[in-house]
């Protein structure tokens, strides 16, 4: 098992920062960022990809920043200019294990994949960390 342990959650308004913090204990092929919303699929928000690669959701581009601390094994994710409409549960996750392709951020059907064609998903998942976005 990789425990994966989340922090930094919180309410902030419009326009307000926060940071999130994911420490590993453990191997991770990947990791990323997921949210979600009452009543609303979960979604890709940003990963590191096996190639160190940052991947974000359009929505969050320019916004958002995704980093890790390899030494410490910590994922990090800095929110500015949050919006209202980033009100989530946010979830770290990794996937231990992979292969010979680059790790991608996909959820359908409930289910959240670093490569669908594959059928592979993400495997670790920390408990989650409220983020409240006030207008």
């Known amino acids: 098992q990789v425990p994966l342990v989340e922090s930094g959650g919180g309410s902030v308004q419009a326009g307000g920062s926060l940071r999130l913090s994911c420490v590993a204990t453990?191997?991770?092929?990947?990791m990323g960022w997921f949210r979600q919303a009452p009543g609303k699929e979960r979604e890709g928000v940003a990963i590191?990809?096996?190639?160190?690669?940052?991947k974000y959701v359009s929505s969050v581009e320019g916004r958002f920043t995704i980093s890790k601390d390899k030494a410490a094994n910590t994922l990090y994710l800095q929110m500015n200019n949050l919006k209202p409409e980033d009100t989530a549960m946010y979830y770290c996750?990794?996937?231990?294990?992979?292969?010979?392709?680059?790790?991608?951020?996909?959820?359908?059907?409930?289910?959240?994949?670093?490569?669908?064609?594959?059928?592979?998903?993400?495997?670790?998942w920390g408990q989650g960390t409220q983020v409240t976005v006030s207008s």
């Open positions: 996750a990794a996937l231990v294990g992979g292969g010979n392709w680059v790790c991608d951020m996909n959820c359908s059907g409930g289910d959240c994949y670093a490569n669908i064609p594959l059928g592979v998903r993400y495997n670790r």
């Open positions: 453990g191997y991770t092929f990947c």
């Open positions: 590191i990809d096996n190639e160190g690669n940052p």
